[in-house]
């Protein structure tokens, strides 16, 4: 129960996939404009990223790995995440033609989001087990959403202040983003 603790913390902020690989940045950067939005990426991106992985890994493990082309795992789970997208917007808009338009642009943009692969691409060539396989998937999702709610909250401050010219937009949020990503890194020595 303490390995999982452990990876749990590992995955959600010492191997944060926005702040330290550096995965998921366009949505990180593009979408952390406001809080709601930001709530919203971060549960469809949890949602997916822990389906995906629950119907990858074995997909990774009993067929890709036995069949020795593991090599395909790339395309065939992006594939995978995009088939789910797909099946979560048809349902969405069977049940709800409201909630299939508030999320429709969001899902869509959570088959091209790097995070969403990397964590299913990773559960799969480090061999995780698919208990550790599912912590990993929840908490990297989480760890993604945790930083991009803290991204949220860092912007709706610094649209008050008066930042120099050169460093206005993009270049302010990725020194933020490095400032953020620093602090992640101090977590390391709480598992030590």
């Known amino acids: 129960m303490t390995k999982l603790f452990y990876a749990a913390i590992i995955?959600?902020?010492?191997?944060?996939?926005?702040?330290?690989?550096s995965l998921g940045m366009d949505s990180f950067i593009r979408n952390s404009k406001d809080l709601a939005?930001?709530?919203?990426?971060a549960v469809s991106v949890l949602?997916?990223?822990?389906?995906?992985?629950?119907?990858?890994?074995?997909?990774?493990?009993?067929?890709l790995d036995k069949l020795q082309i593991s090599f395909l795992s790339t395309i065939l789970f992006l594939l995978v995440e995009a088939a789910?997208?797909?099946?979560?917007?048809?349902?969405?808009?069977?049940?709800s033609v409201n909630l299939y338009e508030h999320y429709k642009e969001l899902l869509a943009l959570i088959i091209i989001n790097?995070?969403?692969?990397?964590?299913?691409?990773?559960?799969?060539?480090?061999?995780?087990?698919?208990?550790?396989s599912t912590v990993?998937?929840?908490?990297?999702?989480?760890?993604?959403?945790?930083?991009?709610?803290?991204?949220?909250?860092?912007?709706?401050?610094?649209?008050?202040n008066d930042i120099p010219g050169p460093f206005e937009g993009v270049p302010i949020l990725l020194v933020t983003a490095g400032l953020m990503s620093i602090a992640f890194y101090g977590f390391t020595g709480l598992l030590l």
Do not use: C, D, H
């Not at 790097?114 to 550790?132: D, K, M, P, Q």
């Open 37 to 41: 939005t930001s709530v919203r990426i």
């Open 114 to 132: 790097s995070a969403v692969l990397g964590i299913i691409l990773n559960n799969v060539e480090v061999g995780y087990s698919f208990i550790r």
């Open 11 to 21: 995955a959600a902020f010492v191997n944060n996939l926005v702040l330290t690989q």
């Open 47 to 63: 949602f997916v990223t822990v389906i995906s992985s629950l119907i990858t890994w074995p997909i990774g493990r009993f067929v």
């Open 84 to 95: 789910l997208v797909w099946f979560v917007l048809y349902v969405m808009k069977k049940i």
């Open 136 to 160: 990993f998937s929840i908490f990297g999702a989480v760890g993604f959403g945790i930083a991009m709610i803290l991204m949220a909250g860092v912007r709706e401050k610094i649209k008050y």
